[in-house]
Antibody
């Protein structure tokens, strides 16, 4: 069964940076599009970025709330995807999930990682 | 962005009850809709894709349906492990967007 594991969460001050990593195992990670979805009690689940597989051009897309500040990337040789988060805001405080989509176009997300908490506070 | 309006926000039910959760899209999403289950402290789990396609391993008491821009998730006979929060998600356009969730409580 496919598994995703996130790492890199923690506390950061507003305006600073964090990098999240997502490691995949037990499935053909390189064939899946990878997305990051975050969750807060107030805003619920929010998709923030995806990167498609190499065969789909490694196309990326971002939610307007993070475009220009966050960058998603992948290294299929290591089975890892990353989310570089710059210019962090307090509103970026959330649990961040890594998830995957086999089709690379329909955004049905399965599997999901366990989530990593990012807290942005001074 | 397409908004997904989910109702009710919570429902109290008993084991064996039939429970229906509704999601309405603010524009036509054809049948590009998924349902997820989230238990406390856990990640969401994909239950249903394309409005009504049950994922492997998901019990047949779960079903999905639609009528225009209104979509439903029905649990025919609630089991103890079904007490959780359920989310709908449209995948018709980017960004994919989620409903606010329905908490199914005892």
């Amino acid at each position: 069964e496919g598994q995703l594991v996130e790492s890199g969460g923690g506390l950061a001050q507003p305006g600073r940076s964090l990098r999240l990593s997502c490691s995949g195992s037990g499935f053909n990670f390189d064939k899946y599009a990878v997305s990051w979805v975050r969750q807060t009690p107030g805003r619920g689940l929010e998709w923030i970025a995806f990167i498609k597989s190499y065969t789909h051009g490694k196309t990326t897309a971002y939610a307007p709330s993070v475009k220009g500040r966050f960058t998603i990337s992948r290294d299929d040789s290591k089975g890892v995807a990353q989310l570089q988060m710059n210019s962090l805001k307090t509103d970026d405080t959330a649990v961040y999930y890594c998830t995957a989509d086999y089709s690379n176009y329909n955004n049905y997300f399965d599997p999901w990682g366990q989530g990593t908490l990012v807290t942005v506070s001074s | 962005d397409i908004q997904m309006i989910q109702s009710p926000s919570s429902v109290s039910a008993s084991v064996g009850d039939r429970v229906t959760v509704t999601c309405r899209a603010t524009q036509d999403i054809l049948r590009w809709l998924a349902w997820y289950q989230q238990r406390p402290g856990k990640a969401p789990k994909l239950l249903i894709s394309a409005t009504s396609t049950l994922q492997p391993g998901v019990p047949s008491r779960f079903s999905g349906g639609d009528s225009g821009t209104n979509f439903t998730l029905t649990i025919s006979s609630l089991q103890p492990e079904d007490f959780a929060t359920y989310f709908c998600q449209q995948t018709y356009t980017v960004p994919p967007t989620f409903g606010q969730g329905t908490k199914v409580e005892i």
